[in-house]
Structures are given as C-alpha cells and as structure tokens.
C-alpha cells in the first residue's frame, strides 16, 4: 500500500517548472514562393524552406497565408468557397521535395481528403477555428452545391453562412497544412540538411474550387488569382556548443528519424450503371508498410468542372446500399455494410473508429440523419475502415501492403445514373530521416 501512494500533484509545493536546454531562440520566418507572385488555374506555387544554416523549424506551428481574387466583373458573379473545405479547395495537390530532390510527400486531391477530415471534425471547431482560419462555412446547414441542373439557365443557391467573395473582390485566409512533415511532434532540422527543401502546391482548374453565390445566372467560368503567397515558419536556432555536439553526432553515422502520418491517393472511375443495381469491383494497389485507415469518397464527374458545385465537399451517396473492403482475400468488415436512409449507424461508425472517436463521448462531426447519406444526391458520407491493431499507440501497426502483392479491393452496390470518380485514401505511417553523412532528408512509407 506504501508503494502505491503518492502525494497529490496540489500539494506538491516543491515542484518547480524547469528550465528548457539547450537554450534556443525562436523567431518567425515569412518564406514566399520563387516562382512568382500571381497565380491562376493549374499552375504551381513554390515555397522554398529559407532557413538559416544549424536552424531547426518548428513546421506544426507553421501556417499558409494566401488570398483569393474573384477576378469576374459581371454583376452576378459572386462566388463562394467551399463550405468544408474553405481555402483549401484551392490545393489539388500537396507536395514536399527534399533539398536533394527526393519526394517527401505526395498528397493528390489534397483538397477532397482535407474536407473529409473537416467534416469529422466537431461543429463548434468548423464554425469557429475553419471559419476564421480557412474561411469555412459558419454555420450548420445541409448539403450544398452540386449542380443538378444544366448550367445555362441554372439558378445558384445563396449558402448561408458561406464565405462569400464578390465580383473584383478578395478574401485572405491562413491554412493549416494537413501534412505528415508538419504535423510531427519534433522539430525539423533543414539547416543542417543539404539543399532547400521546398512546397509544391498544384492549383485545380478554374471551376472547382469556387461555387456560384448568386440568386441569378452566373457565367460559364470562374476567373480568379492566388497572390500574396506566405508559408509563416517559426525557426530555432540553438548555441554554438549544441550545434557542434549535433554536427558531431550526424558525423558519426548516426542517423536521426521521426515519425508522421500522411495520405496517400489512388483513384479509379465507377461508370454509369443506368439505374440497375449491381455490384462493383474496384480494385487498387498500393505499397505502403504501415496503413492505418482507408477512406473511399464518390464524387459526380460532373460536379469536378461545374460552377455551382462545391467540388471538394459536394460527395455522393451514388446509391450504395451495401459495402465492403477487401485486403489480400480478407472483407473488412466481416459482413457487408448495409447503407440506406433507415441504417447509417454501422457505416458512420467504421468512418469515425478509423480517427479514434468510436466510443468518445466528448467528440462530434458535421455529419447528421439528414446530410450524411441521400441515395443519389450531395452526402457527406465517406466509407472508411479502420487497419490498425494498436489505436492510440507510438507504435507502426497498420496494414502492411508493402512487397505482398495485396490488392484493395472496395465491393459496392451500386445504384447510379451519372459517372462517378471514387477517391481511395490511405492514412499511413511516415518515418523521416535525416543522413549527416550525405546531409539527404528521406521518407520511408
């Protein structure tokens, strides 16, 4: 009984905060692209790391700062971000390359996983934090933005709530990039890296990432700029002495890892079925070690290059009345999923136990009865299967699909009018590492 006592933490009046060594100076570097300063669709912003020499960067404190330019002129051409995805719709796709040209991160449709994960978040976190940051939606509402009818002639929906940018007018927001390089709990050290390392982001086309905002016809194509390109990076450089010691360890050989997690796309394209319900086998392949998750979203062709449509965000129920995952002959779950308008439950709780939540009583999501699944209309459904044997663990304990030959294969019933692109996405392990000897920062998934 001796052994397991202890005085409570309010009584302990001897335990002093400690002083942090080595003794670092922190301060905010402003890095802007090198290849320009305006940009306009399918072009690529370059963000290099301008980081001091024996300089570590803190990249979970970093921020993307940007402003979109609605660039029409014509009196009904307002337009509106993506309810979910905000700011973020802008990024089709996430790129990191090391100061030696290695890929360290490849995130295709960065923009659609991004509003997923902005979906699973809680209201109270979209409707303040999103909002004020991405320029998210600012209050609950159903499913907007798809376009359901032909666009000449087309009356777009006004959204409440939704950040709206009038014609020759601006809006600037600050993204937090959903990126397994800057979402690690260490710091990263570039200055002591050889080369720059820099971001690449791949902007979509002209019409997907904005939706028309306007109670009356808008024209055929958005127009609209990027500029004023900021990645904010907090960077600490530490003592002469310390800095020896870590060149010395680098020196020896050793090398120095980390650890995150990131995404990773493949995609395939389900064809029209013309109503008749059937079952359809996609299959998919990847070669990742550790696959904690996957997520599979269906979105309408159609809606990826309209006006009205919140391309990110506007997925679709595309008729799925029942599901399952496959890996290497094994079905995830052990039965089909069933997925109708009286039976949500079961698919909504394979989605949130791939985050950890299944169970959590202090979490939420966006998602309710009334926008999670409509059969053939704008949902915020996702099909998501948790991999994992130890959730909440620092260890890599995923799926590993790596030299096994083990396709992915998603079974669902289908029941569609329209084409449909299904968005496959792995959330995987990602270990880091930095060779002193070469000075070359490599990723290993």
Same mark, same amino acid.
């Given at each position: 009984?001796?052994?397991?006592?202890?005085?409570?933490?309010?009584?302990?009046?001897? *335990?002093?905060?400690?002083?942090?060594?080595?003794?670092? /100076?922190?301060?905010?570097?402003?890095?802007?692209?090198?290849?320009?300063?305006?940009?306009?669709?399918?072009?690529?912003? &370059?963000?290099?790391?301008?980081?001091?020499?024996?300089? !570590?960067?803190?990249?979970?404190? #970093?921020?993307?700062?940007?402003?979109?330019?609605?660039?029409?002129?014509?009196?009904? *051409?307002?337009?509106?971000? /993506?309810?979910?995805?905000? +700011?973020?719709?802008? @990024? *089709?796709?996430?790129?990191?390359?090391?100061?030696?040209?290695?890929? =360290?991160?490849?995130? @295709?449709?960065?923009?659609?996983?991004?509003?997923?994960?902005?979906?699973?978040?809680?209201?109270?976190?979209?409707?303040?934090?999103?909002?004020?940051?991405?320029?998210?939606?600012?209050?609950?509402?159903?499913?907007?933005?798809?376009?359901?009818?032909?666009?000449?002639?087309?009356?777009?929906?006004?959204? $409440?709530?939704?950040?709206?940018?009038?014609?020759?007018?601006?809006?600037?927001?600050?993204?937090?990039?959903? %990126?397994?390089? !800057?979402?690690?709990?260490?710091?990263?050290?570039?200055? !002591?890296?050889?080369?720059?390392?820099?971001?690449?982001?791949?902007?979509?086309?002209?019409?997907?990432?904005?939706?028309? /905002?306007?109670?009356? !016809?808008?024209?055929?194509?958005?127009?609209?700029?990027?500029?004023?390109?900021? =990645?904010?990076?907090?960077?600490?450089?530490?003592?002469?002495?310390?800095?020896?010691?870590? &060149?010395?360890?680098?020196?020896?050989?050793?090398? @120095?890892?980390?650890?995150?997690?990131?995404?990773?796309?493949?995609?395939?394209?389900?064809?029209?079925?013309?109503?008749?319900?059937?079952?359809?086998?996609?299959?998919?392949?990847?070669?990742?070690?550790? +696959?904690?998750?996957?997520?599979?979203?269906?979105?309408?062709?159609?809606?990826?290059?309209?006006?009205? #449509? *919140?391309?990110?965000?506007?997925?679709?129920?595309?008729?799925?009345?029942?599901?399952?995952?496959?890996?290497?002959?094994?079905?995830?779950?052990? $039965?089909?999923?069933?997925? %109708?308008?009286?039976?949500?439950?079961?698919?909504?709780?394979?989605?949130?136990?791939?985050?950890?939540? =299944?169970?959590?009583?202090?979490?939420?999501?966006?998602?309710? &009865?009334?926008?999670?699944?409509?059969?053939?209309?704008?949902?915020? @459904?996702?099909?998501?299967?948790?991999?994992?044997?130890?959730?909440?663990?620092?260890?890599?304990?995923?799926?590993?699909?790596?030299?096994?030959?083990?396709?992915?294969?998603?079974?669902?019933?289908?029941?569609?009018? $329209? /084409?449909?692109?299904?968005?496959?996405? =792995?959330?995987?392990?990602?270990?880091?590492?930095?060779?002193?000897?070469?000075?070359?920062?490599?990723?290993? %998934?």
């Amino acid at each position: 009984m001796e052994n397991m006592s202890e005085t409570p933490s309010v009584l302990r009046y001897s *335990d002093i905060l400690k002083v942090g060594t080595p003794i670092a /100076d922190m301060n905010y570097h402003r890095m802007i692209p090198s290849n320009g300063s305006t940009f306009s669709p399918n072009q690529t912003i &370059r963000l290099p790391f301008n980081v001091p020499v024996d300089a !570590f960067v803190n990249l979970k404190g #970093a921020y993307l700062k940007l402003t979109v330019n609605n660039t029409a002129t014509g009196t009904n *051409d307002a337009v509106r971000l /993506d309810p979910s995805a905000g +700011v973020a719709s802008f @990024i *089709d796709t996430w790129r990191i390359v090391s100061g030696t040209g290695g890929l =360290l991160e490849e995130v @295709i449709h960065y923009n659609a996983i991004y509003s997923l994960m902005a979906d699973m978040t809680g209201i109270q976190h979209s409707m303040s934090t999103l909002a004020l940051t991405d320029g998210s939606i600012q209050q609950l509402s159903g499913n907007t933005g798809s376009a359901t009818m032909p666009i000449s002639g087309a009356t777009a929906t006004v959204v $409440a709530g939704a950040t709206n940018i009038a014609k020759e007018a601006s809006f600037t927001a600050v993204h937090i990039p959903m %990126s397994g390089l !800057f979402q690690t709990d260490r710091l990263i050290p570039l200055g !002591f890296a050889n080369g720059t390392s820099y971001v690449e982001i791949v902007l979509p086309t002209a019409n997907f990432p904005l939706a028309s /905002d306007h109670a009356s !016809f808008a024209p055929s194509a958005h127009t609209w700029t990027i500029t004023d390109v900021e =990645l904010h990076v907090p960077v600490l450089r530490m003592g002469a002495e310390f800095n020896a010691s870590f &060149r010395e360890l680098l020196a020896s050989g050793m090398p @120095i890892s980390w650890h995150g997690q990131s995404y990773t796309n493949v995609q395939s394209v389900v064809n029209s079925t013309g109503g008749a319900s059937s079952q359809n086998t996609i299959t998919l392949a990847s070669r990742k070690r550790s +696959v904690k998750s996957i997520f599979g979203i269906f979105r309408l062709q159609s809606d990826l290059t309209s006006i009205d #449509a *919140d391309s990110a965000s506007a997925r679709q129920g595309a008729g799925v009345t029942q599901w399952s995952w496959e890996i290497g002959g094994i079905q995830y779950p052990v $039965a089909p999923c069933q997925a %109708s308008a009286t039976n949500l439950g079961e698919t909504y709780a394979n989605l949130i136990r791939c985050l950890n939540n =299944l169970g959590n009583s202090y979490a939420g999501t966006k998602f309710n &009865r009334a926008t999670f699944l409509q059969s053939n209309a704008v949902s915020k @459904i996702a099909y998501g299967i948790d991999l994992e044997s130890y959730g909440h663990s620092d260890v890599q304990s995923g799926k590993n699909l790596s030299g096994q030959g083990l396709p992915i294969v998603f079974r669902p019933t289908v029941t569609t009018g $329209a /084409d449909q692109l299904f968005d496959c996405f =792995l959330q995987h392990d990602v270990v880091y590492t930095l060779d002193g000897v070469s000075g070359t920062i490599t990723a290993s %998934s």
